[in-house]
């Protein structure tokens, strides 16, 4: 019974030495020094100017992303009481101020939720009978909520992506 569970004991410290020894290595390896060229800014770079002569800090920070894709909206069309098309939207809100980004993360449940409804009701109201989706009107709509439930300022611009309508 002894002689399997040390065997397997011998045959785990044989892979497990190399690996080891690998890692101490590493360890003891001093680390290699990288001189990194000096990032300009983009404003700097946008006007051609160089702020390494001047000795002013450089902005060093990401931009951020004034877009933000909502996940796909999917809405039912209902008709005398059953579901008559499932239309999927996909929707990108821009920012009027990227700082406010995260503030506006915070809220989209409170957005998607306020799309889904708004846009649920316009598409049942018959205006849709077997025509194709009034993408100029769904914009407007979309942008109205935004103002509505953001305040306004805050979204600069509502953009749909892809629309999918099927049949059910």
Do not use: C, W
């Not at 002689?3 to 030495?17: I, K, N």
């Not at 939720?113 to 993408?135: C, E, M, P």
């Not at 979309?142 to 600069?156: D, E, Y």
């Amino acid at each position: 019974m002894k002689r399997p569970l040390t065997t397997v004991l011998l045959a785990f410290g044989l892979t497990a030495a190399p690996g080891l020894g690998a890692l101490a290595q590493q360890a003891a390896a001093p680390p290699v020094p990288v001189k990194a060229a000096p990032a300009k800014s983009t404003a700097a770079v946008a006007n051609g100017a160089a702020h390494e002569s001047s000795g002013a800090p450089l902005d060093t920070r990401k931009p951020l992303d004034r877009y933000i894709t909502l996940e796909p909206l999917l809405l039912s069309i209902i008709r005398h009481q059953d579901v008559h098309k499932i239309v999927s939207l996909l929707v990108t809100v821009e920012l009027a101020d990227p700082e406010k980004r995260y503030d506006l993360e915070l809220r989209l449940p409170i957005l998607r939720d306020a799309y889904i409804s708004n846009l649920t009701r316009l598409l049942s109201l018959g205006f849709y009978d077997n025509r194709n989706i009034d993408i100029a009107l769904v914009k407007r709509r979309l942008l109205a909520v935004s103002r509505k439930v953001l305040g306004q300022g805050v979204v600069r611009d509502v953009l749909i992506t892809n629309v999918l309508e099927r049949a059910v």
